[in-house]
């Protein structure tokens, strides 16, 4: 079974300093890769996938998100962290099961706080 | 409409009362998710929809959990004979197909439901 790592609860970043959060996934085969950001009581907003080719991807809100098999991790990057992006992050695997259904799990996220 | 829509926002109800969450998928979109978000957890799969079925029903925690779609549109989750630990952010979530890889899922804000 798939299954999702966030090893950081909470985050604290001073603004205009660079993030990282991290995520680690365990899936047999290539798997689909997913980052998506909650706002206080609001819904998931995807903000990058990976599903093939370059490794490195592009997102919106400036994010970016590298895939390296090899560590078996999709970490999510921001060179200058603003102060709208404190919120929850979710890393999520997809993959494809018996019935053709893009079965997704999630991880359990990572609060994002940002200070002056 | 322009994303996915769920009501309530905010359901108060007693123990041993039954509850219908509501969730309006964006138009056009033929799979439908529903998800619980647990304080602290990630997001826990119930059920998906593909059109008016449900292929995938495993995530269910109980037999008091059902949903149903009609029309291929409007999905309603039922909680009957509510527990306090079905307290939870229900999420919905749409796409346009469930098997295509490419298609990510679109959130509406949950429903928040407290159990007294």
């Known amino acids: 079974a798939q299954s999702v790592t966030q090893p950081d609860i909470h985050i604290t970043v001073s603004e205009g300093a660079s993030l990282e959060l991290r995520c680690n996934y365990s899936?047999?085969?290539?798997?689909?890769l997913f980052w998506y950001v909650q706002s206080p009581g609001q819904g998931l907003q995807l903000l990058l996938k990976?599903?093939?080719?370059?490794?490195l991807v592009q997102g919106i809100k400036g994010f970016e998100a590298e895939f390296k098999r090899s560590q078996s991790s999709f970490n999510l990057r921001k060179p200058s962290v603003h102060w709208s992006d404190a919120a929850e992050y979710f890393c999520?695997?997809?993959?494809?099961?018996?019935?053709?259904?893009?079965?997704?799990?999630f991880g359990t996220g990572t609060k994002l706080q940002v200070i002056p | 409409g322009a994303g996915v829509s769920q009501s309530p926002s905010n359901k108060v109800t007693e123990k041993g009362k039954d509850v219908e969450l509501r969730c309006d998928p964006i138009?056009?979109?033929?799979?439908l998710y529903w998800y619980r978000q647990s304080l602290g957890q990630g997001l826990e799969f119930l059920i998906y929809?593909?059109?008016?079925?449900?292929?995938?029903k495993s995530g269910l925690p109980s037999d008091r959990f059902s949903a149903e779609r009609t029309g291929g549109s409007v999905s309603t989750l039922t909680i009957q004979r509510t527990q306090q630990e079905d307290s939870a952010v229900y999420l919905c979530?749409?796409?346009?197909?469930?098997?295509?890889?490419?298609?990510?899922?679109?959130f509406g804000d949950g429903t928040r439901l407290s159990i007294l």
């Open positions: 899936y047999g085969a290539t798997p689909y």
């Open positions: 138009s056009g979109h033929t799979a």
């Open positions: 999520a695997v997809g993959r494809r099961d018996s019935g053709g259904y893009q079965k997704v799990t």
């Open positions: 929809f593909q059109g008016n079925s449900a292929p995938d």
């Open positions: 979530a749409s796409s346009l197909v469930a098997g295509l890889d490419n298609q990510p899922q679109h």
């Open positions: 990976y599903f093939s080719g370059d490794t």
